[in-house]
């Protein structure tokens, strides 16, 4: 669900109904067909049966990927071919995954037009480890379980035991506050003081937003968007739209429910603002301040700080989330078929290992998925323009360690978004809650074709 140009936008996918998101993806496998995947691992032959590229004598490794992964910003391609000067590393990037993951599958069906890597978003991973994991390498002969938090090694490991995927980051749930604004709303602005406000709850979290609300600067919301809070609540939650035998619940699960009633509630209460995350009318809302916290998985700091004035920097905080959770996070596999297969799993298990995610971190903002990254330096001591002195890395750390192992369904990204962006923001703009559930649950369900 991220349509991403920025580090960690790249969960959302945003952009029109889900209809028509479901339509333009669908348009984009037949417009682009194999193209989209372009610089494929089994097409890319010379017809002189050599994987050279250009006759350089050098092993082409390909990686398809969507939005900004950030290994060629930290440099970590020039490095690893630095490292091992007979490989040559290339990428392709589709900006938006709504347009990049139907072509994947479309290529992994046909077992055709693949890279010798391929990224994988987390809201699509369950999908890919279900129905297309015969295609795939197991690259637990090459990642190291210890490294990964169980919970993300688990996400896209089959139920026999084979691992597709390494994870590259997670998105561990935090509050990024205004202390401005705070402060004028009468509210702490020390961090551990904000966290014990709300601590243990999200009914606590809406009740400090109610006190907020009471004295708020004119102008500003409590939160920045129904969307994002509804996301953050869910995050916290171990079942959330299917259950362990694979079925789908969101509409029967009390969780799933409470979290919407709780959001619309407070968009019924003007604690939320209007908008829809990741929309150009959303981005003006960072630039003029006008609200005074927001979900914030470490990659909305990069969105934080794109989108801001030069102004805003120190003036946000980072406080712990009411509940430990998880919004975000992405994979690579390695397709069998591609000509370097084996050298593409190396090349995966080093973009993924301990070292070069802390390196990921500290450019481009994408947390580790492996905890051991954590006691590393460029974690540990990890500090953001826009947050001042908080010590962000010990904050994201301690969310990511202690983040419930969610149950992940193949179709997560259609029901979360159903929820998002037909739920609760039509609530914020009017709707009553009972209209936007209803709303929601058909958009929901015509795209699950139920």
């Known amino acids: 669900m991220r349509a991403r140009t920025l580090p960690h936008a790249r969960l959302r996918s945003s952009g029109g109904t889900p209809l028509a998101r479901k339509a333009l993806a669908l348009a984009a496998v037949v417009s682009l067909g194999t193209g989209l995947l372009a610089g494929c691992a089994d097409d890319g032959d010379d017809g002189s049966g050599s994987s050279a590229d250009g006759g350089s004598g050098k092993t082409k490794i390909t990686l398809g990927l969507f939005g900004t992964f950030g290994f060629e910003e930290a440099g970590l391609y020039k490095e690893y071919e630095k490292l091992h000067p007979d490989i040559d590393i290339q990428q392709t990037v589709v900006e938006r995954n709504e347009n990049y993951y139907p072509a994947l599958v479309?290529?992994?069906?046909?077992?055709?037009?693949?890279?010798?890597?391929?990224?994988?978003?987390?809201?699509?991973i369950a999908e890919i480890v279900q129905t297309q994991s015969d295609k795939l390498l197991d690259l637990s002969k090459y990642g190291k379980k210890s490294d990964f938090l169980d919970w993300k090694w688990q996400q896209a490991t089959t139920k026999d035991g084979q691992t597709v995927g390494l994870g590259t980051d997670v998105g561990p749930m935090a509050i990024c506050y205004r202390k401005d604004l705070f402060e004028k709303a009468g509210l702490p602005t020390d961090r551990e003081e904000v966290g014990k406000l709300w601590a243990g709850s999200w009914e606590k979290f809406v009740q400090v937003g109610e006190d907020y609300q009471k004295k708020a600067p004119k102008g500003t919301t409590f939160v920045d968007s129904p969307g994002g809070l509804l996301n953050a609540i869910l995050s916290s939650e171990k079942k959330r739209f299917y259950d362990s035998s694979g079925k789908v619940v969101y509409k029967t699960n009390p969780a799933v429910k409470a979290a919407f009633d709780?959001?619309?509630?407070?968009?019924?209460?003007?604690?939320?603002?209007?908008?829809?995350?990741?929309?150009?009318?959303?981005?003006?809302?960072?630039?003029?301040?006008?609200?005074?916290a927001i979900s914030c998985p470490p990659?909305?700091?990069?969105?934080?700080?794109?989108?801001?004035?030069?102004?805003?920097?120190?003036?946000?905080?980072?406080?712990?989330?009411?509940?430990?959770?998880?919004?975000?996070?992405?994979?690579?596999?390695?397709?069998?078929?591609?000509?370097?297969?084996?050298?593409?799993?190396?090349?995966?298990?080093?973009?993924?290992?301990?070292?070069?995610?802390?390196?990921?971190?500290?450019?481009?903002?994408?947390?580790?998925?492996?905890?051991?990254?954590?006691?590393?330096p460029e974690v540990k001591n990890a500090k953001n323009e826009m947050t001042g002195d908080a010590p962000i890395g010990e904050i994201f750390a301690a969310a990511a360690e202690t983040s419930p192992v969610q149950i992940i369904g193949p179709k997560d990204q259609i029901i979360q978004q159903g929820l998002t962006d037909n739920g609760v923001i039509l609530v914020a703009q009017g709707k009553s809650p009972e209209e936007a559930w209803k709303t929601a649950t058909k958009t929901i369900d015509n795209n699950l074709d139920q």
């Not at 479309?106 to 699509?124: A, M, P």
């Not at 069998?336 to 500290?362: H, I, V």
């Open 106 to 124: 479309n290529h992994l069906t046909t077992n055709s037009g693949l890279q010798d890597i391929q990224g994988v978003e987390v809201g699509n």
């Open 299 to 376: 990659w909305m700091l990069g969105y934080i700080k794109g989108k801001s004035k030069p102004d805003a920097a120190g003036k946000w905080d980072v406080a712990a989330s009411p509940k430990a959770g998880n919004w975000g996070g992405s994979f690579l596999t390695v397709p069998k078929s591609g000509r370097n297969a084996e050298e593409a799993a190396k090349l995966a298990a080093w973009l993924t290992a301990p070292e070069q995610q802390a390196k990921l971190f500290a450019v481009q903002g994408s947390f580790p998925s492996a905890q051991t990254a954590y006691g590393l």
């Open 262 to 292: 709780l959001t619309a509630k407070a968009a019924e209460d003007g604690l939320v603002g209007n908008q829809t995350q990741f929309q150009p009318a959303w981005d003006t809302t960072i630039a003029n301040s006008k609200f005074a």
